[in-house]
């Protein structure tokens, strides 16, 4: 659960594919009035649809620049985040984007984990 300052609040639940986290997100909507279930990230930006149209893990792991997945990934955050109110449930949230970013920069320029750093993702990242 994550709330920046202004008062506003987002829970996610992260993990594999094909566990239940949209599901149980849709029973927590219903529970929880002014909740807003925003989804997963590829519904806020244009450019998820071209991608999964073509070679995904191509795009992935080779023909983007590490800057170029990160700023996909971030900003569709961010666009989905503005766009929700005041009270968010998310699949994947900002913890698990940054992680991804974090080890697909680490395999896509060959450097350990700790080279990437988690910290520097996080420094750069707008929400």
């Known amino acids: 659960m994550t709330g920046p300052a202004g008062g506003e609040l987002s ?3 992260n993990g594999v594919d094909n566990v239940g986290k949209t599901t149980q997100l849709a029973w927590l909507s219903r529970a929880m009035p002014g909740a807003a279930l925003v989804g ?3 519904a806020w930006d ?5 991608l999964a149209a073509g070679d995904f893990a ?3 792991f ?3 620049s590490t800057a ?5 990934l971030l ?3 961010v666009a989905r985040r503005a766009a929700s109110g ?3 449930l998310e699949d994947r949230g900002l913890p698990m984007l940054r992680a991804t970013c974090a080890a697909t920069a680490a395999i896509k320029e060959g450097l350990s984990v700790n080279a990437v750093g988690f910290r520097s993702i996080s420094a750069n990242a707008s929400p």
């Open 86 to 88: 005041p009270f968010a």
């Open 75 to 77: 900003g569709s955050h």
């Open 62 to 64: 080779v023909a983007s």
């Open 11 to 13: 829970v996610s639940l």
């Open 58 to 60: 191509h795009w992935w």
């Open 46 to 50: 244009v450019r998820w649809r071209q």
């Open 40 to 42: 997963t990230i590829d």
């Open 68 to 72: 170029e997945h990160v700023g996909l």
